[in-house]
Structure formats: C-alpha cells, structure tokens
C-alpha cells in the first residue's frame, strides 16, 4: 500500500489527534494546504483531508485504515493513546487469529486498526 487518507470536517482538530496519536512513531508532518496534511514515514503516506467535492466528511461503513506497528506493545500502545486522545474504543487490544491488533474510531468517525 502506498497511501491512505481519511476525511474530516475539522482539519484543526484531526491534526491535533494525529499529531499526538503519531507522536513517537516515526511520522514526519507535510502540509501541502490548508485542506490535506500528511504523516510520512518510509514508503508509505497517510493523509487526513476536507473532501475535494466540498460536502461533508463520512466515514465509511466497512471501510478502516490498517497501521503495521512492528510490535503487540505498540499496538495497545496506539490503541490506548488514540482513545485517550477522544477516539472511540472499537475493539480492546488482543489476538485476533495470527496478529495481535486493536481497533478504535478518531474524531471523524473513521475507523483504524493497529496490528502487530
């Protein structure tokens, strides 16, 4: 996978969310403009934008981001991080057949997945 990206209404607080959520991982912050900003790291992008087409943001039903984390630790890490932040618990950290992972929604409704 190259690339992900989320919609939000709200720019200002998704990148408060993702900036603390992403803050000892290994993310470098891009800001093209004012509607998209990025997190970097390695060959691999994730983006949170206000919708080109203007309309409100939605979160998918079915649709989710999955984060490799390299570890079960940082997963519940993330996953306990990312709720204290105002994200939603969508899964409790544990192992779900071969990976370790855990789930939660952020602000905009958009749900993550952080696998070991």
Do not use: I
Request: net charge negative; aromatic share 12%.
């Amino acid at each position: 996978m190259n690339y992900a990206v989320v919609g939000t209404n709200d720019m200002d607080a998704s990148v408060e969310f993702y900036d603390a959520l992403f803050e000892h991982s290994g993310f470098a912050k891009v800001q093209p403009s004012a509607r998209m900003t990025y997190w970097l790291r390695d060959d691999f992008a994730f983006a949170a934008a206000l919708p080109f087409n203007g309309e409100p943001a939605t979160s998918g039903n079915g649709a989710m981001v999955g984060f490799s984390t390299g570890s079960a630790e940082e997963a519940a890490r993330l996953h306990q991080r990312a709720v204290e932040l105002g994200g939603t618990c969508e899964g409790v950290p544990g192992q779900r057949g071969p990976r370790f992972s855990a789930y939660v929604r952020d602000l905009d409704g958009n749900k993550l997945c952080f696998a070991d």
